[in-house]
């Protein structure tokens, strides 16, 4: 949603004191998910740690193919069938 537009295309209004630079990375990151990780002010070394990064990239890249609503049926769906 840092985008600026919600899954059914009505915008959201700045919200953050950094609204421009979360929007930039958000619309990068939509391409090559590592960007927003590599946002080191919020994230630290978690770019460094590719478990995190390859889970973050999946999970990232079916939002945006899939949308929301899919991507927690698909984790709900793995977390009970681990339980």
Not at 72 to 82: E, P
Request: overall charge negative; charged content about 30%; hydrophobic content about 35%.
């Amino acid at each position: 949603m840092c985008t600026g537009t919600r899954e059914n295309g009505t915008r959201i209004a700045p919200n953050d004191p950094v609204w421009n630079d979360l929007q930039a990375k958000a619309s990068t990151a939509r391409l090559d998910p590592d960007e927003w990780i590599r946002q080191t002010q919020y994230y630290g070394d978690l770019v460094d740690d590719r478990r995190f990064v390859d889970a973050f990239t999946r999970w990232l890249r079916l939002v945006w193919s899939d949308g929301i609503e899919e991507a927690s049926r698909v984790y709900v769906d793995k977390r009970l069938s681990h339980a």
